[in-house]
Structure formats: structure tokens, C-alpha cells
């Protein structure tokens, strides 16, 4: 199925769901009904989840637009492991459904629920502006988001996400992967190449002309705490992200987005981001949004051949915060 001469990310999601359910065991995760029928795959909270579920997972979250993988020999010496992105379509697999971008929340106090929801739930709900400047709302009878949280929502919260996607809550699946789990850590770093479109996006690049896209990153040991594992995957892409897009357009629009787009290029780049967290007193939306992107990028102009460098790794910051012993 397609919408208006688009692949329905929810439709391609389907077979990967399915494939996700039926190796649930081997995958270490697990699946469960709530009381009012939502489906809820658990992938760290109480079962150990893994590295593999955490690909499937990042693909889902894609709309089935994308491909992950690993390698054993990635940029980084001492953390070789890298997750690797790639995607032809990448606005839609990225902005259209990985990135996340549905708040969502239910209660107060320390009991209140919130939770980004992100995957190809959010281009039936279509509740954020960037559908309009995509053009693109989905159709779909079922529907499934990712949920970087470390409990289930209530099932008020369910209700909603079935309404707003105008889906029986029955045909509603929520993957829960918490940040501290190998499948939420996986999951996480899989949005190198998301954040590279999303930093695009802020900063006025076309959307239509970014044609096809690659990234990698290395994978950090998960961390227990919170805010130290949120810090690791953020760092992994902050400081050991790599990715190239091919664009149309002028060559100089394309050397303008490499200059602009790593993250060095932000106010607040050069601390672990834990650290950073922390001196913003834990509030995230003080932190400058143009941290978030690779650490090195090269933009290829398909008109003219040519290709452009900017940015560049940073081991000795990647080793603070993933806390390696020598």
C-alpha cells in the first residue's frame, strides 16, 4: 500500500512485527495483553532483551525504510563495535516515523507518565506540524510505537494512542525499551543518521533534496543509572557518529549543510553529554538543539560530484563517558 504515491510505513512494518513476535523468545523479549486488549512488547523492562532485538526494534521504528546493522571493525579502537544505518528513503524512515517526536503523558507528581513515542504511529495520528511540511499522513487499520521508557503506560495513555491513530486498541503494539537495556541502548544509537535529518531540517536545508543517507556509531556498554545512559548514547553519536548524505541542489547549498550540521558546531559541544545534562540542572530543552548530530559528516552533491568534510571523532570524550578501564 501506498500513501499519495508514498510507502505506508505502517504497512511495511507489518512483516517485522510479526518476525519480532514470533522470535520473542530467542530475542529475550517478551509479549503481553493489556486489559483492554493493547498489545505491549516488553524488551528490557522485565525480561534482558538484547543487541539483536534492538536492531529489529530501530528497523520498526523506521517503518520498515530502513536497514540496520553491525560491525566488529568500526572507527572507534577501543569500542569497535558500530550500529549502522542506512536508508533511500530517509525523510520519510527518519522525520516520517524513527524520529521521536508524539509526547505523550497521563497524571501528576511522581506518579505522572511521559513518555516521546516514536515509529509509524505518528504519521497516522499526525499530530505534529512536521506531517504538513512532509505532506504525508498514513493509513492503516493497525499500528505500533517504541517507547523509551522503563514501565507500562496506563491505559489511558494506550486509549489515546489508539483514538488519535483511529485504531481499536486491540490492534495497537507499544514496545517499551528502556534506556538502561541493550535493545533501548541498540535502538537509541540507530537515530545517528536521524539526528543528522532533524538537525538538516532545523536549520532550513530543502528536505526534498536529500536523496539517500548513511550513518554509524559505536555502541556504549548500557549504563544502570539513567542520566549516565542517556548520556552514553547521546555521546556515542555526539562524539562517535558518522554519517553521509547525497543531495541535489547546488554545490555550495551542500557545503553550507556539512559546515553546519556536525555537532561541534553547537555552544555546547565538548563535555560528556551527561555533564552537560546535569549544568542545565536536568532540563533538556535548555541543552542547544544543534548538539544534537553526528560528530562527522561528509554531504555529497550528486549535480556536481562533489563531496564535503566537516567535523571529526572525539575518542577522548567518548572514553569519559562510556567509562572504559584500561
Known amino acids: 500500500m501506498e500513501t499519495l504515491g508514498r510507502p505506508s510505513v505502517n504497512q511495511s512494518t507489518l512483516v517485522l512485527l510479526d518476525a519480532l513476535r514470533a522470535d520473542a523468545a530467542r530475542l529475550r523479549v517478551a509479549e503481553e495483553r493489556l486489559s483492554n486488549g493493547c498489545c505491549v512488547i516488553d524488551a528490557g523492562i522485565d525480561v534482558p532483551g538484547g543487541i539483536e532485538a534492538g536492531r529489529r526494534i530501530a528497523e520498526i521504528c523506521m517503518g520498515g525504510l530502513g536497514q540496520i546493522s553491525f560491525n566488529s571493525d568500526g572507527n572507534i579502537a577501543r569500542w569497535p563495535l558500530s550500529v549502522n544505518v542506512h536508508s533511500s528513503d530517509p525523510v520519510l524512515a527518519c522525520l516520517g516515523s524513527q524520529y521521536a517526536g508524539w509526547s505523550l503523558s497521563h497524571g501528576e507528581g511522581k506518579k505522572a507518565f511521559h513518555a516521546l513515542g516514536s515509529g509509524p504511529g505518528r504519521a497516522l495520528a499526525g499530530k505534529e506540524e512536521l506531517f504538513d511540511e512532509l505532506a504525508y499522513r498514513d493509513e492503516g487499520d493497525a499500528t505500533c510505537l517504541v517507547m523509551e521508557v522503563d514501565r507500562r503506560p496506563p491505559l489511558e495513555v494506550t ?14 503494539t507499544l514496545i517499551l525499551t528502556p534506556t538502561r537495556s541493550l535493545a533501548g541502548t541498540t535502538q537509541v544509537v540507530a537515530r545517528v543518521l536521524e539526528v543528522a535529518m532533524h538537525k538538516a531540517h532545523s536549520i532550513g536545508f530543502p528536505l526534498h533534496h536529500i536523496v539517500d543517507g548513511a550513518g554509524s556509531a559505536p555502541l556504549p556498554p548500557p549504563a544502570p543509572d539513567f542520566v ?5 548514547t547521546n555521546d556515542a553519536i555526539l562524539y562517535g557518529g558518522h554519517v553521509q548524505l547525497f543531495v541535489n541542489g547546488a554545490s555550495n547549498d551542500a557545503r553550507d549543510l556539512a559546515e553546519r550540521l556536525p555537532s561541534s558546531a553547537s555552544r555546547d559541544y565538548g563535555r560528556p553529554f551527561a ?12 541543552i542547544d538543539p544543534l548538539l544534537f548530530s553526528p560528530a562527522r559528516v561528509i554531504v555529497s552533491c550528486l549535480e556536481s560530484g562533489d563531496s564535503f568534510h566537516a567535523g571529526a571523532l572525539d575518542t577522548e570524550i567518548l572514553e569519559r563517558s ?5
Open 228 to 232: 549516565a545512559g542517556m548520556g552514553r
Open 322 to 326: 562510556f567509562g572504559g578501564l584500561r
Open 275 to 286: 555533564e552537560v545534562f546535569k549544568d542545565y540542572k536536568y532540563d533538556f530543552f535548555e
Open 159 to 172: 486509549e489515546k494512542i489508539a483514538r488519535d491513530c483511529d485504531v481499536d486498541v486491540s490492534q495497537l
